[in-house]
C-alpha cells in the first residue's frame, strides 16, 4: 500500500526558511519520479516541484524558481522541499505526489 507522510512544516516569518520531509512507502521509491504541489485557501492545487526518480531532472514554478530546492534521497525513500526567502504568498497546504497516491499535507504559513 502506497503511504506519503508530509512533515516539516509550520509558522514561519518573511523571509524565512523550512524543510519539508515526505516519507514514502509501499512502491519502489527509486523508480519513480515526485512532484511537490500546494493548495492556498479558496485557490486550486498547483504544482510546486518535480524531481525524476533518479535526481538529475529538477522542475520548478516560477513563482519559486530561485527559492525553493527539491531534492531526493532514494538510500532513505524521502524526498525534500527546502524553502528559503519565504513569502506569504506562499501560505499553504503542502502535498507529496506520486502519480495517483497523495500524502495528508503539511501546513505552511508564511506570516510576520
Known amino acids: 500500500q502506497v503511504q506519503l507522510v508530509e512533515s516539516g512544516g509550520g509558522l514561519v516569518q518573511p523571509g524565512g526558511s523550512l524543510r519539508l520531509s515526505c516519507a514514502a512507502s509501499?512502491?519502489?521509491?527509486?523508480?519513480?519520479?515526485m512532484n511537490w504541489y500546494r493548495q492556498a485557501p479558496g485557490k486550486a492545487r498547483e504544482v510546486v516541484a518535480t524531481?525524476?526518480?533518479?535526481?538529475?531532472?529538477?522542475n520548478y514554478a516560477n513563482s519559486v524558481k530561485g527559492r525553493f530546492t527539491i531534492s531526493r534521497d532514494n538510500a532513505k525513500n524521502t524526498m525534500y522541499l527546502q524553502m528559503n526567502s519565504l513569502k506569504p504568498e506562499d501560505t499553504a497546504v503542502y502535498y507529496c505526489n506520486q502519480r495517483d497516491y497523495w500524502g495528508q499535507g503539511t501546513q505552511v504559513t508564511v506570516s510576520s
Open positions: 509501499g512502491f519502489t521509491f527509486s523508480s519513480y519520479a
Open positions: 524531481i525524476s526518480s533518479a535526481g538529475g531532472s529538477r
